[in-house]
């Protein structure tokens, strides 16, 4: 989910999502959630792999280069099996569809390209359906360290690698339908600190050292880095009612972060938590 407000007019590649489909996809997301518009298919567009310039390939090789260099030894294992199972290479800018090839006999999920923003229930919905909602567009030259909304680096680099493994992925699954079933702002804040604190952020420990995963380390240089070695990190054991009681601000690195023992950890304590939503959704029993 992008912030609605960032403009996209830096991004080399705006022509990409420059045209009929895409507007009408974009349209549809805008009214998601209105009678008439709750398909998640009409948010797909297709990738239109013709469009990327030789630049943007530049910059896809400059960022995955300089990650990979840092996540080899940083990262999680499951992430960096994730990303060799679905063949992310440093030539050049993937095809969804390659991706897909690989990942959706694996777990069943796909990843699917989108014009640009989408309403919180429109991206829960698609996650409820094992489909990632993908930027296809990639930040300019001079953006290279950081872009306030997502691009294919984050979102192909950084999310989609986890994808492949079945603990997270039944986790991501059971986070979208619980996000999409609630409609009480206490949840659905609780919710976004737990996406944002996991998925965006998250840190696991992996044969005694802590390890990064969440995709907003994993695509970032500098938030990596800072991540895992600054003294100004409060690193904190996951528990799901901490988690979703801290607060988080979106506009400089992030000060806390939680640490999970295992992916099983995270998934069950997801399930926990939407068993708890689906209960509270039903009628009390008569007397």
Same mark, same amino acid.
């Given at each position: &989910?992008?912030?609605?407000?960032? %403009?996209? %007019?830096?991004?080399l590649?705006?022509?990409?999502?420059?045209?009929?489909?895409?507007?009408?996809?974009?349209?549809? +997301?805008?009214?998601?959630?209105?009678?008439?518009?709750?398909? /998640?298919?009409?948010?797909?567009?297709?990738?239109?792999?013709?469009?990327?310039?030789?630049?943007?390939?530049?910059?896809?090789?400059?960022?995955? @280069?300089?990650?990979? +260099?840092?996540?080899?030894?940083?990262? %999680?294992?499951?992430?960096?099996?994730?990303?060799?199972?679905?063949?992310?290479?440093?030539?050049?800018?993937?095809?969804?569809?390659?991706?897909?090839?690989r990942?959706?006999?694996?777990?069943?999920?796909?990843?699917?390209?989108? /014009?640009?923003?989408?309403?919180?229930?429109?991206?829960?919905?698609?996650?409820?359906?094992?489909?990632?909602?993908?930027?296809?567009?990639?930040?300019?030259?001079?953006?290279?360290?950081?872009?306030?909304?997502?691009?294919?680096? !984050?979102?192909?680099?950084?999310?989609?690698?986890?994808? +492949?493994?079945?603990?997270? +992925?039944?986790?991501?699954?059971?986070?979208?339908?619980?996000?999409?079933?609630?409609? @009480?702002? !206490?949840?659905?804040?609780?919710?976004?600190?737990?996406?944002?604190?996991t998925?965006e952020?998250?840190?696991?420990?992996e044969n005694?050292?802590?390890?990064?995963?969440?995709?907003?380390l994993?695509?970032?240089?500098?938030?990596? !880095?800072?991540?895992?070695?600054?003294?100004?990190?409060?690193?904190?054991?996951?528990?799901?009612?901490?988690?979703?009681?801290?607060?988080?601000?979106?506009?400089?690195?992030?000060?806390?972060?939680?640490?999970?023992? *295992?992916?099983?950890?995270?998934?069950? *304590? &997801?399930?926990?938590?939407?068993?708890?939503?689906l209960?509270?959704?039903?009628?009390?029993?008569?007397?």
């Amino acid at each position: &989910m992008a912030d609605p407000n960032a %403009s996209m %007019s830096g991004s080399l590649n705006h022509a990409m999502i420059d045209d009929v489909q895409a507007r009408r996809a974009q349209e549809f +997301a805008d009214r998601f959630g209105e009678p008439g518009f709750t398909d /998640p298919t009409q948010l797909y567009i297709e990738q239109r792999y013709e469009g990327y310039t030789p630049e943007n390939q530049e910059t896809w090789t400059t960022l995955f @280069d300089r990650q990979m +260099a840092y996540l080899a030894d940083n990262a %999680s294992q499951t992430y960096l099996g994730g990303a060799k199972i679905i063949n992310l290479r440093r030539e050049r800018i993937p095809p969804v569809e390659s991706i897909n090839e690989r990942l959706k006999p694996l777990t069943g999920w796909q990843s699917r390209a989108v /014009p640009g923003y989408l309403k919180p229930k429109a991206f829960f919905a698609c996650l409820s359906r094992r489909e990632f909602p993908t930027t296809i567009v990639i930040r300019p030259k001079q953006s290279i360290d950081y872009l306030p909304e997502p691009d294919i680096f !984050h979102d192909i680099f950084g999310h989609v690698p986890l994808h +492949a493994d079945p603990v997270f +992925a039944d986790f991501l699954q059971t986070y979208g339908k619980a996000a999409l079933l609630t409609n @009480d702002p !206490h949840h659905t804040e609780r919710l976004a600190r737990l996406f944002w604190f996991t998925v965006e952020f998250g840190l696991i420990r992996e044969n005694g050292r802590v390890k990064i995963y969440g995709s907003g380390l994993i695509s970032s240089p500098g938030e990596s !880095h800072h991540s895992l070695n600054s003294k100004d990190v409060d690193r904190r054991p996951f528990d799901m009612a901490r988690v979703c009681d801290t607060a988080f601000e979106i506009d400089h690195y992030q000060p806390i972060l939680y640490v999970l023992e *295992s992916f099983e950890q995270l998934r069950d *304590s &997801m399930n926990s938590y939407a068993n708890m939503l689906l209960n509270e959704k039903r009628p009390a029993a008569v007397a």
